[in-house]
């Protein structure tokens, strides 16, 4: 398979270096980013070079498969309805950029026209095929607990948080939530896209001084009975706001759509 990348920075490095080390049986033909200086050196390992480009028209000329978006829910927004009907399958990370649910109408419309698939690796939180599986029957609740150190969440200190104490910053529906912390909550939208939808999931985000790692909380109620998840992700030494897990889900995504064999639901 062969790959275009639109952003190259944690997500995408740590894909670029997943492919060079045959992590993932696929081909890097084109980067897209909008300083293409940032892009690492790279080694086609005696295949074509790499096309790295800060123009979109001359990044969708190249011939690949598949584009992976690792930049922002703008680059969504601004390529994602381009890239379908160019017919190539896409990979999204920021995923909260669906929550424009219009835009998401529109890009489902256009991948079943042509055929093609739209994937949203489950970033950094657990839980998502056990919420597939229970969105068989009927769901009762989602609720996603992110408690994060405010540094990670990019928010100010105010008085609460100076002095070292537990803040709740949001509690609510997941389509609010991935409006006020654009990066750092696309889990819950990619829960919601999952599970029940935008409006009833429940978000509830926490700044914690006191801790380094990045803490997601699912809490999930059914006709199938009842179950949590919690995970405790590394923050990305780069960039403190995404989790090392994230990146690994992607490659895990990669790996899943090349391999023959078919884990998980």
Do not use: W
């Not at 649910?101 to 042509?114: Q, S, T, W």
């Not at 991935?178 to 926490?206: C, D, H, Q, W």
């Amino acid at each position: 398979m062969r790959i275009g990348m639109i952003g190259c920075g944690n997500i995408g490095k740590s894909i670029i270096n997943a492919i060079q080390n045959n992590i993932i049986e696929c081909e890097l033909v084109a980067i897209l980013d909008k300083i293409p200086k940032n892009v690492p050196d790279l080694d086609s390992g005696g295949k074509s070079e790499v096309e790295v480009t800060a123009q979109f028209s001359k990044f969708l000329s190249c011939d690949f498969d598949l584009v992976i978006e690792s930049a922002s829910q703008q680059a969504v927004r601004e390529y994602g309805i381009k890239i379908l009907e160019s017919k190539r399958d896409l990979m999204i990370m920021s995923t909260g950029a669906l929550t424009d649910l219009d835009l998401f109408e529109e890009m489902k419309e256009i991948a079943k026209k042509n055929n093609l698939k739209i994937y949203l690796p489950s970033g950094a939180i657990a839980g998502v095929d056990g919420l597939k599986s229970a969105g068989v029957a009927h769901i009762d609740s989602v609720t996603i607990t992110t408690k994060k150190n405010p540094m990670s969440l990019g928010v100010g200190m105010n008085a609460e948080i100076k002095a070292g104490r537990e803040t709740t910053l949001y509690e609510g529906p997941a389509k609010e939530a991935v409006k006020r912390f654009p990066f750092n909550v696309n889990v819950a939208a990619t829960l919601s896209l999952a599970g029940i939808g935008l409006e009833k999931t429940r978000v509830k985000v926490i700044a914690d001084p006191s801790i380094e790692e990045n803490i997601h909380q699912i809490h999930v109620i059914g006709d199938f009975g009842e179950f949590k998840t919690e995970v405790k992700n590394i923050p990305s030494p780069e960039n403190p706001k995404t989790s090392y897990l994230a990146a690994l889900s992607a490659i895990a995504t990669l790996k899943k759509i090349t391999e023959p064999i078919q884990i998980g639901t």
